[in-house]
């Protein structure tokens, strides 16, 4: 399985991004998506997650309002409204049968996109 996020880059505060998630064979109708993110000198960290059939999505209390989580049949895509510059970091997918939260629970990982936002 192969995971590839793609979409990020530098943005002001308060603007937006879209990020999107591309995976090998039917990873996503067989698996927990779910995006992470890693900032400099810190854990890496839930931010939103959606379950194999799409009808469920769960988000980090600290993007809640601003991020959505949603999946078509090819990919999934967080799209990032209202970033602030605490919203920096390399933005991780990940997939795996379990979730939605802990990094543990994914098997898959892609290799990450890096969002810069500047304030």
């Known amino acids: 399985v192969q995971l590839q996020a793609f979409g990020g880059g530098l943005v002001q505060a308060g603007g937006s991004l879209r990020l999107s998630c591309a995976a090998s064979?039917?990873?996503?109708?067989?698996?927990?998506v779910g995006w992470f993110r890693q900032a400099p000198g810190k854990e890496r960290e839930f931010v939103a997650a959606?379950?194999?059939?799409?009808?469920r999505t769960y988000y980090a209390d600290s993007v809640k309002g601003r991020f959505t989580i949603s999946r078509d049949n090819a990919q999934v895509y967080l799209q990032m409204n209202s970033l602030q510059p605490e919203d920096t970091a390399v933005y991780y997918c990940?997939?795996?049968?379990?979730?939605?939260?802990?990094?543990?629970?994914?098997?898959?990982w892609g290799q990450g996109t890096l969002v810069t936002v500047s304030s």
């Open positions: 064979g039917r990873t996503f109708s067989s698996n927990t």
């Open positions: 959606i379950n194999r059939i799409g009808m």
């Open positions: 990940a997939a795996g049968p379990m979730g939605p939260y802990y990094v543990p629970n994914y098997a898959y």
